[in-house]
T-cell receptor, first 118, second 110 residues
């Protein structure tokens, strides 16, 4: 079974340029997460989707970041314009959410997209 | 907000030793706790998931325990090997997403 697939793995851009990351979750997983990981730190949640709905985007810097999950499967995360401080690894994860309550499922992560902003 | 702390931040042990990694969390109302491994430049690999109703989970040489009331979890690695060298992260699920610690960087020397 294929795992969570992310692309691109690496991206180098100049500041003020736009960038987009793509994520394909594990088949059948209806919950998708975007996390940000800085060097030497644990991942921090940016946004969580249940199917097509963004149920938690409180940590997403909405002035420059946007995300979408069309048809409740693939997702894209966009930054426009990028700033130097956005250099980090952007991780996508998915899980199977239980309709009977909060998610108790196991999260599976992709390899991440490493962004360098010059 | 859930705060997750991992101790120690780094650990170096000779091959063959048994070792314990510690994880503590501030809000005991968690639904599960998950341990991950992260190799340099890679994503996170799930090692063990402990549901809130469970006390421990085992996979091969790994054993994770959970004490919700005290807000603690431990990851026990038996007979460590150089291939175990990586960063180990714990994450507490307080309802809708995981809150991560900063990880323990483990080096197992031959």
């Amino acid at each position: 079974e294929a795992g969570v697939v992310q692309s691109p793995r690496y991206k180098i851009i100049e500041k003020k340029q736009p960038v987009a990351f793509w994520c394909n979750p594990i088949s059948g997983h209806n919950t998708l997460y975007w996390y940000l990981q800085n060097l030497g730190q644990g991942p921090e949640l940016l946004i969580r989707y249940e199917n097509e709905e963004a149920v938690d985007d409180s940590q997403l810097p909405k002035d420059r970041f946007s995300a979408e999950r069309l048809k409740g499967v693939d997702s894209t995360l966009k930054i426009q314009p990028a700033e130097l401080g956005d250099s980090a690894v952007y991780l996508c994860a998915s899980s199977l959410w239980s309709p009977t309550g909060p998610n108790t499922g196991e999260l599976f992560f992709g390899e991440g997209s490493r962004l360098t902003v010059l | 907000k859930q705060e997750v702390t991992q101790i120690p931040a780094a650990l170096s042990v000779p091959e063959g030793e048994n070792l314990v990694l510690n994880c503590s969390f501030t809000d005991s109302a968690i639904y599960n706790l998950q341990w991950f491994r992260q190799d340099p430049g890679k994503g996170l690999t799930s090692l063990l998931l402990i549901q809130s109703s469970q006390r421990e989970q085992t996979s091969g040489r790994l054993n994770a325990s959970l004490d919700k009331s005290s807000g603690r979890s431990t990851l026990y690695i038996a007979a460590s090997q150089p291939g175990d060298s990586a960063t180990y992260l714990c994450a507490a699920n307080s309802g809708y997403a995981l809150n991560f610690g900063k990880g323990t960087s483990l080096l197992v020397t031959p």
